[in-house]
């Protein structure tokens, strides 16, 4: 089966970190550009970060700027979220999904797939 696992999430308080992990079940992830994505409660989803297949592009929304910071491990076929002081605002159900048929990041979400099913992340005091 071919899918996309987020872990990580998490309750946190405003100011502190978690990290997201995204790992491929049944392919690898070395040919894709890989896309975090979030959506809060009664709102529509946000492109959050995107990263090319090689690692060497990143994309970053610019609510979470200097904030977060996308990584991968192609050896370990997971790509992390770093998320860094957290705001309530930061409060969402996190996915990642894959850039169908590319190696670079899209600025549109329908040329993304294979969602997983999301983390969720709390941020609270």
């Known amino acids: 089966q071919l899918q996309l696992v987020e872990s990580g999430g998490g309750l946190v308080q405003p100011g502190g970190s978690l990290r997201l992990s995204c790992s491929a079940s049944g392919f690898t992830l070395d040919y894709y550009a890989i896309g975090w994505f979030r959506q809060a409660p009664g709102k529509d989803t946000e492109g959050v970060s995107c990263i090319s297949a090689a690692g060497d592009s990143t994309k970053y929304a610019e609510s979470v700027k200097g904030r977060f910071t996308i990584s991968r491990d192609n050896a370990k076929n997971t790509v992390y979220l770093q998320m860094n002081s957290l705001k309530p605002e930061d409060t969402a159900v996190y996915y990642c999904?894959?850039?169908?048929?590319?190696?670079?990041?899209?600025?549109?979400?329908?040329?993304?797939?294979?969602w997983g099913q999301g983390t969720q992340v709390i941020v609270s005091s």
């Open positions: 999904a894959v850039v169908t048929g590319g190696y670079y990041c899209s600025n549109y979400e329908t040329d993304y797939g294979r």
